[in-house]
């Protein structure tokens, strides 16, 4: 059964940094790889989504990257803002019918 | 602009009744999912649709049931509410494929009392 963990579980960093958030998963034969962000009490917004066959995606400051053989995801946030505060979630499919499964999350402050 | 809607943000309702979620989608996604999400846990998966009419078990279907009689809605039904049930409900729609994202509604905070 496909595990998804999400390490730290919480970071604060100060404004203004580079950061990467880690995801790993057990079963390498996945899908696609999404990662989402989550405000306090709302639903979750679709960031990054990559395929299998690719190796990363970008969109603005974000970098997400792929390594289905080590079963492993990041997501770089270049030049954080005290704006990119929130619950960042990394989930997979393992088939395009398939739900995802999601990681727990981490949690992320970034002061100002 | 993906639009899913579900029909209340915030919902109290008495242990022992039967409650409603809507879920509502405006893009053509044949998919659509159920999640309950809780402090610790994650989010877990209820029930999903990959079609009118069908419907496949999650991770935690007991105590609820789904229905799907237009591909636009996604109902999740809770038969006799419990206090275990309070918590925030995700819907979540896609495509098929690999290509496609899923999106998710805004939530429904649902207490039991």
């Known amino acids: 059964k496909q595990e998804v963990t999400q390490i730290p579980a919480a970071l604060s960093v100060p404004e203004g940094e580079n950061l990467v958030l880690n995801c790993s998963f057990t079963?390498?034969?996945?899908?696609?790889l999404q990662w989402f962000r989550q405000d306090p009490g709302k639903g979750l917004t679709s960031l990054l989504l990559?395929?299998?066959?690719?190796r990363e995606q970008t969109s603005g400051r974000l970098n997400a990257s792929l390594d289905k053989s080590s079963g492993r995801s990041t997501l770089y946030i270049a030049a954080s803002q005290p704006g990119d505060s929130a619950t960042y979630l990394c989930?997979?499919?393992?088939?395009?019918?398939?739900?995802?499964?999601f990681g727990k999350g981490t949690r992320l402050s970034v002061i100002a | 602009d993906v639009k899913v809607t579900q029909s209340s943000r915030y919902l109290v309702k008495r242990t022992g009744e039967k409650v409603f979620l809507e879920c509502v989608q405006d893009m053509d996604h044949e998919n659509m999912f159920w999640y309950r999400q809780d402090p610790g846990l994650g989010l877990r998966l209820i029930y999903f649709?990959?079609?009118?009419?069908?419907?496949e078990k999650g991770d935690i279907p007991e105590g609820y049931s789904v229905s799907r009689e237009k591909k636009e809605r996604f109902s999740l039904i809770l038969e006799s509410a419990s206090t275990n049930q309070t918590s925030m409900y995700l819907c979540a729609s896609s495509f098929s494929g690999s290509r496609y994202e899923q999106y998710f509604g805004p939530g429904t905070r649902l207490t039991v009392t």
């Open positions: 649709s990959y079609d009118v009419k069908m419907k």
């Open positions: 990559i395929q299998s066959s690719q």
């Open positions: 989930a997979v499919s393992n088939s395009g019918n398939t739900p995802l499964v």
């Open positions: 079963d390498s034969a996945i899908y696609n």
